[in-house]
């Protein structure tokens, strides 16, 4: 297991669930300043400031971001906040000048991550440091990438690091910028134990209704933070101005999330230990089913073997999906649920069959 360092021990004082904040873009001094006060003055400081100085966007001519000049501003955030500062970088440059101007904390945006050429020259920029980097997903949802990622930051030194869920690219959604895809930070952590995730509902929905809802399902979820774009002014930002919120609106947003316990229960009471009890046993009992159910699979494969049949029965199949999915949706255990969970069972009978045939192939042309 590769080990990393969370947050609260990133030496920044953080603790607690990791509330980022900050304009989408820095514009002007002006602007970080005024951004600073309002959140003194409403009394909601976040954990972290973010701002970005170089901004990928979808097409040229939109804001590309302030650049260097705009660095030098973070000590406006430094003077009125004293917090940790974070800020996206996408190539070596960009991580020279972020550690020339002391930035605390650098993540790496989706449209980056996607790109294992421009992580590693990222990374190899940060060796022999030992900054803090948080990596958002990849536009697509390829777990794999996403923590390839984080290895290639892991694998030159870069102990503290942090993930970032921002959704994913889905043309045909309309609901959201980009889709959320709650699986893949669960995946992620299961299969990076400790690695904390921190959800950016602003990228998710892409507009200010529906932030709240989104960030309470992260929390519910088990993720380790919020990264929310904040602006004193959001309806005349220079970038993303429909998903940016006010620091009053993001005070009352907090407020209202009900930021759950992530850190399971240390000694679960009789109730929650007969509760899981009662699930082990039927997860026993679903096993033995489905152990069941493929040893008839084979006798069938057998048949089929017999009576030169092939694997795939299209008129059975339909058969089997559409009576299993109605009878789960009359239980109540959803149309998607059936299909996903059908499809899974499917996919393994068709290849125990397979290989069957295979085998029979073989030892008939070895006797040959
Ligand atoms: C088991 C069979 O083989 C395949 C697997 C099926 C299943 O898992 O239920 C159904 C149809 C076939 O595609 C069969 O033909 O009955």
Known sequence: MKTHVQSKDWGLGLAGPLIIAGPCSAETPEQIEKICLEMKAQEMIPKVFRAGIWKPRTRPGSFEGIGEEGLPWMEIVRHHLNIPITTEVGNAAHVELALKHNIDILWVGARTTVNPFAVQEIAEALRGTDIPVMVKNPMNPDLQLWIGALERFHAVGI???????????????????????????????????????????SHIVGKREGLLETAQRAINFGLDGLMIETHHNPDKAWS?????????????????????????????????????????????????????????????????????????????????????????????????????????????????????????????ASQA
């Open 159 to 201: 102990t503290k690091l942090a993930a970032i869920h921002r959704g994913f690219s889905d043309s045909y959604d309309k609901k959201f910028r980009n889709k959320p895809n709650w699986s893949m930070p669960i995946h992620l952590k299961r299969e990076w134990k400790g690695m904390e995730v921190v959800n950016d509902p």
């Open 240 to 364: 993303d101005a429909a998903q940016q919120i006010t620091p009053a609106a993001l005070k009352a947003l907090l407020a209202a999330i009900d930021f759950k316990e992530t850190n399971g229960v240390e000694n679960p009471d009789e109730r929650l230990n007969d509760l899981r009890k009662a699930v082990d046993h039927m997860d026993d009992q679903l096993l033995d089913l489905l152990q069941e159910r493929f040893s008839i699979i084979e006798q069938i494969g057998a048949y089929k073997r017999e009576h030169n049949l092939t694997v795939f029965q299209s008129d059975r199949w339909k058969y089997v999906m559409d009576s299993r999915t109605q009878k789960g949706i009359e239980k109540n255990l959803g149309e998607k649920f059936m299909k996903e969970l059908l499809y899974c069972i499917h996919e393994e009978s068709v290849k125990r069959q397979e290989k069957q045939l295979r085998e029979a192939s073989v030892s008939k």
